[in-house]
C-alpha cells in the first residue's frame, strides 16, 4: 500500500486508485528491433489496432515506445522518434479509451508526445540521460516514471543501499524541476545495469522501494532474469512473468508493464483478491 501518496489521479477518465486495483499497462512498440515484438506494429492502423486490443483485454495504459532499448541499442535522433511515435499516440487519443504513456528518455521527444496527446512520461533513465525531461514533466503537468538504471553494475557491498540513493538521484531531480510527489511513479528497472543476481535481489527489496512512499511499475515481462532462471527463450516466458507479477503485487507493486495483457490481468485481477485490494462477491 501508498505510505504518503493515497490522492487517486485521475488521467483521461481513468482514475488511479492504487488502493483498489493493480493497474496494467500494455507494451505497446512502434519499433523495427525491440527485443521481444519488435516490427509487428509497423503502421498506425496496426499500433492502433493492437493497442484496442489489449484494452479490451484490460490494460487501462498503453505505453508507446519509438526506440528499441534492448542489450546493446543504438540511439535513434530525436527527430526520428518523434515521427515514430506522435502519428502513432494522435491515433490512440481518438480510437482508444485508455492512458498514453510515451516510453522515451528524451526531452524532446516527451515535449511533442505529450503535445500530441500523451499522458504519462516513461523514461529508461530516471531523468538522467537528459534532466531536461523533469521539466517537461513539470511544465506541462504530467505524471514522469523514474526507472532505476545507471551506467555500470558495480553496486559495492550493500546492493539495495546503492541502488535506492540511485533513486532517491531522480527523485531529486524531478523535485528540483518542480515535478509535485504525487507526479511521481518509480520503476524498480528490472533487466536495465542488472545481472540475474542483481534482479533478483532488487525484486526481493520490492517492498523496500515500496516503502519509499511513492507508486511503483513493475516491469519484468520476458525478460532475461526469467529466461535465465527458467532456461527460456523469449517466447516462451509467460509463465515466469506471471510468476514475477503476483510476487511483486503481494510486495505492494501498484502497476505492471505487459506484453501478454490478457494472461496477465487475470493473474493481477487473481493475486490482487488474494491481497485484499479487490473484494469478491459472490454471484447472485
Known amino acids: 500500500m501508498l505510505e504518503k501518496y493515497t490522492t487517486p489521479l485521475t488521467i483521461n477518465g481513468i482514475t488511479l486508485d492504487y488502493r483498489k486495483e493493480t493497474f496494467v499497462m500494455g507494451i ?16 498506425v492502423e ?3 489496432g493492437q493497442a484496442k486490443k489489449m484494452v479490451a483485454e484490460g490494460a487501462k495504459i498503453i505505453d508507446v515506445g519509438g526506440e528499441s532499448t534492448r542489450p ?3 540511439r535513434i535522433s530525436d527527430e526520428d522518434e518523434i515521427a515514430r511515435v506522435v502519428p502513432v499516440i494522435q491515433a490512440l487519443v481518438k480510437e482508444v479509451s485508455a492512458i498514453i504513456s510515451i516510453d522515451t528518455y528524451k526531452a524532446n521527444v516527451a515535449r511533442a508526445a505529450i503535445k500530441a496527446g500523451a499522458h504519462i512520461i516513461n523514461d529508461i533513465w530516471g531523468a538522467k540521460a537528459e534532466p531536461e525531461i523533469a521539466h517537461v514533466a513539470a511544465e506541462l503537468h504530467v505524471p514522469i516514471i ?32 518542480g515535478v509535485p510527489d504525487q ?13 540475474t543476481a542483481h534482479n533478483i535481489a532488487m525484486m526481493q527489496h520490492l517492498n523496500d522501494l515500496v516503502a519509499m512512499g511513492y507508486p511503483v511499475l513493475l516491469a519484468t515481462s520476458r525478460k532475461s532474469m526469467i529466461g535465465n532462471v527458467l532456461r527460456l527463450p523469449v ?3 509467460m509463465e515466469g512473468t506471471s510468476a514475477t507479477i503476483v510476487y511483486g503485487i503481494e510486495k505492494g507493486c501498484h502497476m505492471i508493464r505487459v506484453h501478454d495483457v490478457k494472461e496477465m490481468v487475470r493473474a493481477t485481477h ?3 483478491v488474494l491481497v485484499g485490494k479487490r473484494i469478491y462477491k459472490e454471484e447472485a
Open 28 to 43: 505497446l512498440n512502434v519499433t523495427p528491433d525491440s527485443f521481444s515484438d519488435g516490427g509487428k506494429y509497423k503502421n
Open 46 to 48: 496496426e499500433a492502433v
Open 72 to 74: 546493446g541499442y543504438k
Open 146 to 177: 523514474l526507472m532505476h538504471n545507471r551506467e555500470n553494475m558495480d553496486y559495492g557491498a550493500d546492493f539495495w543501499a546503492t541502488a535506492k540513493a540511485d533513486l532517491e538521484e531522480s527523485i531529486a531531480i524531478a523535485q528540483r524541476a
Open 183 to 195: 507526479h511521481i511513479i518509480l520503476d524498480p528497472g528490472i533487466g536495465f545495469a542488472k545481472n
Open 235 to 237: 517466447e516462451e516466458r
Open 270 to 272: 487473481m493475486t490482487d
